[in-house]
């Protein structure tokens, strides 16, 4: 039976009808993250309703209604219970029953690194693998850990999905969680303009004048720009560090690695592949590094097999 997913993120939303570990349409719209979770929530119905009928699928024939959310989930209760820089009203927010109202349907919700996860593990880079760790590289961090072919939630559901405010400096700035040098003060998309400010002549690189994402600070490498190369070697050794720190928590076959930097993953993986291979207490090569292959749709494929086996993963 079809199910809808919805992939709620921080500049867009997903939406699609799946079946079978296949999406039989989706699409996406602009996120208004600052404003009311349930006016996205509807925004996103209306267009998952146009693909309904577009498809001729009736409610009856849905098996239920996922939905990935950026913060920490309680997916036994459908409860969002961190507040996260964006939707700021969801830690209230009755998913259950506004599933229910809206759509006549089960409802699950998940962390959208976890339900990624989930999405790579059944359908992509991650088939085969019973254990496995995933890093998504963007504005923020995101991580979720599945081990044994379960996944990792741990006794109040943050188990895996915050290797971005675990600490890799002691002398580290002050995060927006309010730790300190927090893997997100140090390789992060949203502390790239600060991080520039900290070396000399920084008006001086092509970096300054823009709000920066990775994609510039490895293109400006490319071309040579001394300021750009030295803030990518910087990321670099910074997601290394972070996977030797998974390796030794959670012992992986296999780490995944995503996000719009994955373009640069002939740079990225190989750096990260040799500082496991010589750092991890294993034989070299015991774990492998992977960019992931559902690029665009892996939280929204991962609720379909999270509805289907009623969230017992
Ligand atoms: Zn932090």
């Known amino acids: ?9 921080g500049t867009a939303i997903k939406f699609g009808i799946v079946e079978k570990g296949s999406l039989i349409d989706a699409s996406q719209i602009p996120a208004d993250a600052k404003g009311k979770l349930e006016t996205n929530l509807e925004r996103a119905s209306e267009g998952l309703q146009r693909l309904l009928s577009s498809h001729q699928i009736q409610l009856n024939q ?25 939707y700021g009203d969801a830690t209230g927010f009755d998913f259950t029953a506004w599933g229910k109202q809206h759509w006549q349907l089960p409802l699950i919700l998940e962390n959208d690194a976890r339900a990624a996860l989930i999405g790579e593990w059944q359908y992509g880079a991650g088939k085969g693998y019973t254990n496995i760790g995933m890093i998504t590289l963007g504005t923020g961090l995101g991580s979720a850990v599945l081990i044994n072919g379960k996944l990792l939630r741990g006794e109040n559901f943050i188990a895996g999905n ?32 600060e991080k520039l400010k900290s070396y000399t002549g920084y008006e001086q690189s092509s970096l300054f004048v823009r709000d920066i994402v990775f994609g510039d600070v490895f293109n400006e490498a490319e071309r040579r720009d001394e300021i750009a190369n030295e803030m990518m070697k910087q990321c670099l050794h910074a997601w290394g560090i972070c996977a030797v720190n998974m390796v030794h928590a959670y012992d992986p076959q296999l780490l995944v690695f995503s996000g719009g930097v994955m373009e640069q993953a002939s740079v990225i993986l190989p750096h990260i592949q040799t500082m496991i291979d010589k750092y991890a207490w294993l034989t070299p090569g015991t774990v492998k590094v992977v960019k992931s292959e559902q690029v665009a749709y892996a939280a929204l494929l991962g609720l379909e097999y999270l509805i289907t086996k009623n969230n017992e993963i």
């Open 1 to 9: 039976m079809p199910v809808l997913s919805i992939d709620l993120g």
């Open 162 to 193: 915050l290797w971005g405010h675990t600490s890799v400096n002691l002398n580290g700035g002050l995060c927006n969680c309010g730790y300190v040098g927090c893997l997100e003060t140090e390789a992060s998309a949203w502390v790239l303009k």
């Open 62 to 86: 849905l098996k239920g209604i996922g939905i990935s959310f950026p913060g920490i989930v309680d997916s036994v209760q459908h409860r969002v219970i961190s507040r996260y820089v964006k």
